[in-house]
Every structure is written in structure tokens, then in C-alpha cells.
């Protein structure tokens, strides 16, 4: 995984600066928290569901978050830390690596674009960017949006009016529309008795090339992966993707859908207006979501689905001429 080029690290820490009085075999030195599949022997990761178990397998991580039961599944080379809430003790771990990521801090960079720097760029009125902006030929901002520092932006781009950017890399030919906010932290938070504990979100939101964005779409960044929208994707006005939703290519997404974090839509799929994804669910290639559904299991590769919860289109009607 390359340097995050959002979120300044601090220094590496010993596990026994978080775990005090804790029995390890060792004790290690952490320089970063990545999920299972990206994971280094220089980083810690986490193991809260069995749902993630194909990829514990393979993880090259030195240590692993997890609990009693789960930690079975872990290879030899990575040694369990369990605890009782995998999440909170994520939360503390990654707050310290990134002191930051937890809140959105103003961009106290930004300034009015340099156009020397950008010479084939067309800004609106009062755009402000921020340092280390890259922004391709031929592209043009509308007025009073707001591109964030480090954000990289495709050539043949069109963004619109009164749009945020930050934490993200976008391809070319991308369109996104008036009043989209792209990049900000989710709904990430761990409740304990009389507080609630921010979850750090240290990912980035990834667009691919020609991607649309109906206008006032919300795309939040990733807690500890990224957002991702393939190749071709088309978003209808406000759209929302939670944190690590992944979305395919070719996909076709109607207005005010929405999806609960950690997610992935196959290619292909067609969701009508006003469904709602569940979390942490595996989305089918081909995949047809009728408006109104509430898809609260995985779907299979070219399933049509309809209704709260989704069911195959078949009985769907069925149990609606039943209840007639």
C-alpha cells in the first residue's frame, strides 16, 4: 500500500504502550492498522467477523485484533490480541497512529486557485484549493466549490457548483454535480457508557474513470479501507455511500439509495430509487434491485430482487397477489 497521502502517521509505537499489564509473546512494534488482505508484518489489523475469515488465511499482519473465538483462525505467523470489543480497542489503536483522522478538520490550506499552475483548468467564482492539488487539462470547477488538499482530479473533468473534495483520487472524465460532498468521514463511532468513542477514518474515496455523481450525492471515505466506485458508474441525485462501500463498473444507481458501510456492488447492477443496502454484504454482476427494497442478505450474480426484505421478483409477486 502506498504512504497515506491524506492523514500525517505519527511515530511507531510498542503494543504495550495501548495494552498495558497485557500477556504477549512479544512485544512488537506497530507502524500502521490495515485491513486483513493489506496488512505487513510492520502492521497491526483486526478480525471482528467470520464473515472476513477467507481473509485471515493469507494475512501477512504481525498482530490481529480479535476475539477468543475468532483468534483460531488466525495464522501462525500472526499473533492474536484478544479483547472483548474488537472495534473500540481499533478505535484507540488507530487514533494513536493518526492523532487527526477522527474529526474533519478545516483545510487551512486552501487559497484561491494559481493559474500558472493549473493554465488549462477553467475555475468558477470564489474556488478555493488546497496544497499539492493535482488537476488535470481541460477540466472545469464551478463556483464556490472547494478542492481539499492532496486531492488528485482526472482530466475532462467536470465538478460543479457549491461541490467539497477532500481525501480523494478521481479519474478522468468524471462529472459531479452541484452540491455533492465527496471524501468526508462516516458514521463511524463505537458507544459506550456515557460517550461515544469516534472511529478515525484514515481511508480515501476512489472514482474511477467516468464515473457521474447526480448532484447532492454524500460519498464518505473509508474508515480503515477506501471507497471505491468503478469504471462508468452512474450515481442519481443524493446518493449515499457509507465508509468501504465498494462499487463496481457499469453499475446504475437511482435517486436516494442508500449504502451502509463495507458493502460491494458487482458490476452491472441496477438499483431503483429509494432502496437501502444493509452492511457488509456481497452484491452480486447483474444484479437488478427493485425501488423501495431493503436488501438485508448477499445476493447471488444475475438475481432480480424486490421488496422489504428483498426477495427474488418471482415471489415477490407472488405474496403480493396473495395479500390482494
Not at 44 to 57: L, M, R
Not at 250 to 279: H, R
Not at 280 to 299: E, Q, Y
Request: glycine share 10%.
Amino acid at each position: 500500500m502506498p504512504k497515506n497521502i491524506f492523514f500525517e502517521i505519527s511515530k511507531p509505537f510498542l503494543l504495550s504502550e495501548i495494552f498495558t499489564g497485557s500477556q504477549f509473546k512479544k512485544d512488537l512494534k506497530i507502524h500502521d492498522v490495515k485491513i486483513l488482505k493489506q496488512a505487513t508484518n510492520l502492521d497491526i489489523t483486526f478480525f471482528d467477523s467470520i464473515a472476513y475469515k477467507d481473509f485471515v488465511k493469507s494475512t501477512k499482519a504481525s498482530c490481529c485484533l480479535t476475539t477468543e473465538k475468532l483468534s483460531n483462525y488466525l495464522p501462525e505467523n500472526c499473533m492474536p490480541i484478544i479483547v472483548k470489543n474488537v472495534l473500540f480497542d481499533l478505535a484507540k489503536i488507530t487514533k494513536k497512529l493518526y492523532p487527526t483522522a477522527d474529526l474533519d478538520y478545516p483545510d487551512t490550506t486552501l487559497s484561491n486557485p494559481d493559474k500558472s499552475k493549473y493554465p488549462n483548468v477553467k475555475f468558477g467564482n470564489n474556488v478555493l484549493i488546497g496544497k499539492n492539488c493535482q488537476i488535470g487539462e481541460n477540466t472545469v470547477i464551478g463556483s464556490n466549490s472547494i478542492i481539499e488538499h492532496d486531492v488528485s482530479i482526472g482530466i475532462n473533468c467536470i465538478i460543479g457548483s457549491q461541490v467539497i473534495i477532500k481525501n480523494s483520487l478521481i479519474g478522468n472524465e468524471v462529472v459531479i454535480q452541484d452540491g455533492c460532498k465527496v471524501g468526508l468521514k462516516g458514521f463511524g463511532f463505537i458507544p459506550i457508557k456515557n460517550k461515544n468513542i469516534r472511529m478515525p477514518h484514515i481511508g480515501k474515496v476512489i472514482l474511477n474513470d467516468n464515473v457521474e455523481l447526480g448532484s447532492n450525492c454524500t460519498i464518505d471515505r473509508g474508515s480503515i479501507d477506501d471507497t471505491v466506485i468503478g469504471k462508468n458508474t452512474f450515481l442519481d441525485n443524493q446518493v449515499h455511500m457509507a465508509h468501504n462501500v465498494k462499487i463496481g463498473d457499469n453499475c446504475m444507481i437511482a435517486g436516494q439509495v442508500g449504502f451502509a458501510g463495507s458493502t460491494t456492488i458487482g458490476n452491472n447492477v441496477s438499483i431503483g430509487g429509494q432502496a437501502g443496502i444493509s452492511g457488509h454484504l456481497v452484491i452480486g454482476n447483474n444484479v437488478k434491485i427493485g425501488g423501495g427494497s431493503g436488501v438485508v442478505k448477499n445476493i447471488e450474480n444475475g438475481s432480480v430482487v424486490m421488496g422489504y426484505p428483498a426477495v427474488p421478483l418471482k415471489q415477490f409477486i407472488k405474496d403480493s397477489k396473495k395479500n390482494d
